[in-house]
C-alpha cells in the first residue's frame, strides 16, 4: 500500500514525501505499508499514515492505478489529504508501531508533483495521476 498524501499550495499541487537518513540509498519515499491480518486496505493505509508520518485526519481521494514495479506483495496506492501538518513545509517524525522501520526518524517535506520527481530512486508513472 503507498500513501500519495496531496495538498494545493500557491496553485500547485504538492505531494508530501520523506527521507530516511539512516537509509539513503532508499531515495526520497511516500509512506507505505502492508496489511495486517484482518486489516481492510483502508484501515492499513490511516494506520501506516499515523506510524510513519503522525497523520491522524487521512481522507481517501481516491484509488490510484496500481504500482508498475516489481514487488513480492499486491501493491494498491492512494490519493488522500490531511489537514494535519498541512501548514507545515517540514517536518520529522518518529516511526512508532511494531514494524521494522519502529523508532527511525523520517524527514518530511512537501515536494511540487512533477513528472522529474524521483520516488524511490526512480520516476513514478502514478505522478502523472496526479
Not at 2 to 12: D, F, I, K
Not at 26 to 46: I, M, N, S
Amino acid at each position: 500500500m503507498l500513501a500519495y498524501v496531496t495538498r494545493e499550495r500557491n496553485g500547485q499541487k504538492e505531494l508530501l514525501v520523506f527521507d530516511d537518513p539512516r537509509h539513503p540509498a532508499t531515495g526520497t519515499q511516500v509512506p507505505a505499508g502492508r496489511l495486517d491480518p484482518g486489516e481492510t486496505l483502508e484501515q492499513c493505509l490511516l494506520r501506516e499514515l499515523d506510524e510513519e508520518a503522525g497523520i491522524r485526519d487521512a481522507v481517501v481521494v481516491r484509488e490510484l492505478p496500481p504500482p508498475d514495479r516489481p514487488s513480492r506483495y499486491e501493491n494498491h496506492a492512494f490519493e488522500v489529504r490531511t489537514a494535519d501538518h498541512e501548514n507545515a513545509d517540514t517536518w520529522k517524525h518518529v516511526v512508532h508501531g511494531d514494524g521494522d522501520d519502529a523508532g527511525l526518524v523520517f524527514r518530511y517535506r512537501w515536494e511540487r508533483v512533477r513528472p522529474d520527481l524521483l520516488l524511490f530512486n526512480r520516476v513514478d508513472p502514478i505522478l502523472e495521476e496526479l
